[in-house]
C-alpha cells in the first residue's frame, strides 16, 4: 500500500493499540524490561551494560547457538514453534511434503550417494575449459553457485524493467581475509582441506581426495586474492556497467556464454544479441576470466565436482551432514553441536517456500491490531523524516525538494506476500535432495521469465514469520514481515514509549536507508540518478566520514574478555547511518503521538523508549561467529548498534543527564540525518 499524510496523522490513532500504557516516568520500567537491565550500573559510562547487563550476564549459549539476542531470538524461537506445528499438522500441501522429506534423514542415509551419481557422471563427461562452464551452468538450474552468477534484477537506472545481471560466484570461506591473511589460513585452511577429503571419500572418490584439497586450495586462494574489498560495493558507479549480451558473449565466453548455455538463459525468447547486461563487478569478472586461463580442465572438473557435493551435502547422509557441520559451523562460527533437525527443516524449507509458509503462518497468527499499528507506525515516521528533511539547513532547496518527492513515493508492504509458489511437479514426502533440486530449477525459470518484463513491486523478499523487515531501493520500497510486530518488538500492552522505542526504531531505520550512503544515489521512482547538488553530497560525506570514523575505533571484545575484532566503519556505513537516524525518527515519531494525548499519557517518558531501543540488541555471540560478522557483515555488532547510537544522541544525554565528555556523552557527536 501506498502510504500518504492524511490530514493531522494523530487524529488517525485515537483509541489505537499505540494509545495503551504500562510505564509512567515515576517507575519507568516495567517488570519485564527492568528484569534484563543492570540498574547498577551507569548509563553515561556503558548504555548497552545498563539496558542489558543482567540479560548478557545470566544468558548463556546453548551448543547449538553461534548467537543469541533477546528480542530477535526469542521471537523467532516462537515463530519457528508455530511454523514447526503448520508443517506437522498432517496435511498434504507442498508445505508439509516438503518438511516430511526434509526430517527424514533415514530415507537420506538409505539412498547414500544414489542422488549424486548422475551429476558426477555427467561432471565426468567434461573434456573442454568450455564444457566445465556449460555443465556449471546445468548445475545452476538445481542451485549451484559457481564462479559467475547471472540473474535477473531490476535496472538500476531503469527500475521499471528487469534486466540481467553478470555477477562473480562464491567461495566455501567467508571472506577474502580468511585466506590471505597467513594467522587466517593456517587456522580455517587446515578444516577446508579435510572437509574437501572427507566430502569426496564419502562420494566415492577416495582416490582423488588429495588431489582435490590441494585443487580447492589453490582455486580458492587465487580467487580470493582477485576478490574486491566489499567497500568497493557500497559505491552505485562501481556496480553499473552496462553491455550487451553479445559483447557479453565475446568478453566473457567461459564466465557468460558457457556458463548461461548450460543455464538455459541464452535460449529464452526475452534475450537477443543486443539485450542490456549489467556487469555489477567488472574488476573482478576480468580477474576471474585471467584466472580461469591459468587452470587445467582437470583443476577446474575437480574443482566444480567439489562444488557439487559441497552443495549438496547438507541434504545428504549423516556422514555428509557432520562434515558440512564441522566446517561451516563449528569452524566457522563456534557452534558446539547441530540444532534440531525440525529447526533446520523450518528455515529450509521457509527458504524454499516463503510464501506459503508465510501464507500459512500469516493465517494462523495474524492480528489486526498489529497490522494497524504497522500502518499508523509508519506514518508518523515518514512525517518525523519529512520534517528532519525540511529541517536540515545543511540541504540546498534543490535537493531538500528532491528528497522529499523521493520520501512521498516511498509505498510499503506490511504483512504477507499475497503471491504463492506454483510449481508443475509433485513434491514428494520422502525425496528431499530431489525436491530442492526441483524447487530450484522451477525458481530458476521463473527468474529468467522475468527478463525484459515490468518489476513487480506486490513481489516480497521474505516471508511473513521473518523477524526482520527491509527497504529495497530500487522499488523505493518499505516490507514489514508481521513476523516482526510480536512482544517484546510490539505488544498492544505496551507503553507508547516502549512500542516507539523498538519496533518505531526498527521502522525508523527502514525508512532513513532510503536516503543512506548508497540510497541516496536513487531517487524517488528507484533509479539511479545524481539528484544531489555538489554542495549538499560533499556536506553528506563529511558527516558520513565522521561516523566511519567513530565506529572504525570500535572493539568487541569475546568470551574470553579479549578483543576479538575491530568494527570496520567503512562496511558498515549504511546500517549505521540507518541506526542513528532510525532512532531520530521513532523518538520525534513518539513526542509526536502523545503531544495530543490526556494526561497522564501525555507525560514523556524517553528513558523507556531508549532502553526499549537498546534491548533490541541484547545479544550474546561466540568469538568465531563474531569474527564472521565483522568480516562478511554490514551490520555492526549489537553492542556498538546501541553505544554508537546513543552516543550520537544529545537526546539520550539529556534524558539520562551524562556529563559532557562521560563515555556515552562525547563531544565529537557524528548526525548524517
Known amino acids: 500500500m501506498k502510504v500518504t499524510y492524511i490530514g493531522n496523522v494523530l487524529t488517525l490513532l485515537a483509541g489505537s493499540a499505540l494509545s495503551h500504557t504500562s510505564a509512567s516516568p515515576d517507575v519507568p520500567y516495567p517488570p519485564h524490561v527492568a528484569k534484563l537491565m543492570n540498574l547498577d550500573a551507569d548509563?553515561?559510562?556503558?548504555?548497552?551494560?545498563?539496558?542489558?547487563?543482567?540479560?548478557?550476564?545470566?544468558?548463556?549459549?546453548?551448543?547449538?547457538?553461534?548467537?543469541?539476542?533477546?528480542?530477535?531470538?526469542?521471537?523467532?524461537?516462537?515463530?519457528?514453534?508455530?511454523?514447526?506445528?503448520?508443517?506437522?499438522?498432517?496435511?498434504?500441501?507442498?508445505?508439509?511434503?516438503?518438511?516430511?522429506?526434509?526430517?527424514?534423514?533415514?530415507?537420506?542415509?538409505?539412498?547414500?550417494?544414489?542422488?549424486?551419481?548422475?551429476?558426477?557422471?555427467?561432471?565426468?563427461?567434461?573434456?573442454?575449459?568450455?564444457?566445465v562452464f556449460q555443465v556449471a551452468g546445468e548445475l545452476r538450474r538445481k542451485g549451484l553457485i559457481f564462479l559467475s552468477e547471472s540473474a535477473a534484477y531490476p535496472d538500476m537506472k531503469d527500475a521499471?524493467?528487469?534486466?540481467?545481471?553478470?555477477?562473480?560466484?562464491?567461495?566455501?570461506?567467508?571472506?577474502?581475509?580468511?585466506?590471505?591473511?597467513?594467522?587466517?589460513?593456517?587456522?580455517?585452511?587446515?578444516?577446508?582441506?579435510?572437509?574437501?577429503?572427507?566430502?569426496?571419500k564419502l562420494a566415492g572418490l577416495e582416490a582423488?581426495?588429495?588431489?582435490?584439497?590441494?585443487?580447492?586450495?589453490?582455486?580458492?586462494?587465487?580467487?580470493?586474492?582477485?576478490?574486491?574489498?566489499r567497500a568497493w560495493f557500497k559505491s552505485a558507479a562501481n556496480t553499473y556497467s552496462p553491455t550487451t549480451v553479445g559483447d557479453a558473449i565475446r568478453d566473457y565466453p567461459l564466465l557468460f556464454s558457457s556458463y548461461l548455455t548450460g543455464t538455459g538463459a541464452l535460449h529464452t525468447t526475452a534475450l537477443s544479441r543486443s539485450s542490456k547486461v549489467i556487469n555489477f563487478a567488472k574488476p573482478l569478472l576480468e580477474a576471474l576470466k585471467q584466472l580461469v586461463a591459468t587452470l587445467t580442465v582437470d583443476e577446474l572438473r575437480t574443482y566444480l565436482t567439489y562444488r557439487w557435493i559441497s552443495e549438496n551435502a547438507p541434504s545428504m547422509t549423516t556422514e555428509f551432514r557432520d562434515a558440512w557441520f564441522q566446517l561451516f559451523k563449528k569452524t566457522l562460527e563456534g557452534v558446539k553441536e547441530p540444532e534440531p533437525t525440525w529447526k533446520t527443516c523450518v528455515a529450509t524449507v521457509t527458504a524454499n517456500l516463503p510464501n506459503l509458509v508465510g501464507k500459512q503462518y500469516f493465517d494462523k497468527t495474524s492480528s489486526v491490531e498489529a497490522e494497524t499499528t504497522a500502518k499508523q507506525m509508519v506514518k508518523l515516521v515518514e512525517a518525523a523524516m519529512a520534517d528532519n528533511i525540511n529541517n536540515a539547513q545543511w540541504l540546498d532547496a534543490d535537493t531538500r525538494a528532491q528528497a522529499l518527492l523521493k520520501l512521498s513515493n516511498v509505498s510499503d508492504l506490511i504483512g504477507h506476500s499475497g503471491h504463492v509458489e506454483q510449481f508443475d511437479f509433485v513434491i514428494q514426502a520422502d525425496a528431499f535432495r530431489a525436491n530442492v533440486n526441483n524447487i530450484a530449477s522451477a525458481k530458476y525459470k521463473q527468474m529468467l521469465a522475468k527478463l525484459g518484463?515490468?518489476?513487480?513491486?506486490?513481489?516480497?523478499?521474505m516471508p511473513a514469520s521473518a523477524v526482520n523487515a527491509y527497504y529495497s531501493r530500487p522499488m523505493n520500497q518499505m516490507v514489514f514481515p508481521i513476523g516482526i510486530f510480536q512482544n517484546p518488538f510490539f505488544d498492544p500492552s505496551f507503553a507508547p514509549a516502549e512500542n516507539f522505542g523498538a519496533i518505531g526504531s526498527v521502522v525508523g531505520h527502514e525508512l532513513t536507508h532510503g536516503f543512506d550512503s548508497g540510497g541516496r544515489m536513487y531517487d524517488g521512482d528507484?533509479?539511479?540518478?545524481?539528484?544531489?547538488?555538489?554542495?549538499?553530497?560533499?556536506?553528506?560525506?563529511?558527516?558520513?566520514?565522521?561516523?566511519?570514523?567513530?565506529?572504525?575505533?570500535?572493539d568487541i571484545v569475546g568470551e574470553s574478555g579479549s578483543v576479538v575484532a575491530t568494527v570496520n566503519g567503512n562496511n558498515t556505513i549504511t546500517e549505521n547511518i540507518a541506526d542513528n537516524g532510525g532512532i531520530k525518527l521513532a523518538l520525534e515519531a513518539y513526542h509526536a503521538y502523545i503531544r495530543d494525548l490526556p494526561a497522564p499519557q501525555n507525560i514523556k517518558n524517553d528513558k523507556l523508549f531508549f532502553v526499549s531501543f537498546a534491548q533490541n540488541w541484547c545479544a550474546k555471540y561466540r568469538d568465531e561467529a563474531v569474527k564472521k560478522m565483522v568480516a562478511t557483515g554490514v551490520h555492526t555488532p549489537p553492542m556498538w548498534r546501541v553505544r554508537g547510537v546513543v552516543m550520537n544522541s544529545a537526546e539520550?544525554?539529556?534524558?539520562?543527564?551524562?556529563?559532557?565528555?562521560?563515555?556515552?556523552?562525547?563531544s565529537n557527536k557524528c548526525a548524517v540525518w
Open 652 to 666: 539520550f544525554a539529556t534524558t539520562f543527564q551524562c556529563a559532557p565528555n562521560k563515555p556515552m556523552n562525547p
Open 453 to 461: 518484463k515490468r518489476v513487480d513491486k506486490t513481489q516480497w523478499d
Open 526 to 554: 528507484g533509479n539511479q540518478n545524481a539528484w544531489w547538488s555538489a554542495a549538499s553530497t560533499a556536506e553528506f560525506e563529511r558527516r558520513a566520514d565522521c561516523m566511519r570514523t567513530q565506529y572504525s575505533k570500535c
Open 208 to 229: 582423488h581426495a588429495d588431489q582435490a584439497a590441494d585443487v580447492v586450495s589453490k582455486v580458492e586462494k587465487a580467487c580470493a586474492a582477485a576478490w574486491l574489498q
Open 160 to 200: 521499471t524493467r528487469n534486466v540481467l545481471y553478470l555477477m562473480p560466484g562464491t567461495l566455501s570461506l567467508p571472506d577474502k581475509s580468511y585466506y590471505l591473511d597467513d594467522a587466517n589460513w593456517a587456522k580455517y585452511g587446515p578444516p577446508l582441506t579435510s572437509y574437501v577429503k572427507t566430502i569426496f
Open 43 to 131: 548509563p553515561c559510562e556503558d548504555f548497552y551494560e545498563f539496558a542489558c547487563g543482567t540479560w548478557t550476564a545470566q544468558t548463556q549459549l546453548t551448543p547449538a547457538e553461534a548467537r543469541r539476542s533477546y528480542s530477535f531470538s526469542t521471537v523467532q524461537d516462537r515463530n519457528d514453534e508455530i511454523v514447526k506445528q503448520i508443517m506437522q499438522a498432517g496435511g498434504d500441501d507442498e508445505v508439509s511434503r516438503l518438511f516430511a522429506s526434509c526430517t527424514d534423514t533415514a530415507s537420506m542415509d538409505r539412498l547414500g550417494t544414489a542422488p549424486l551419481q548422475p551429476d558426477l557422471e555427467r561432471i565426468q563427461t567434461i573434456q573442454t575449459v568450455a564444457d
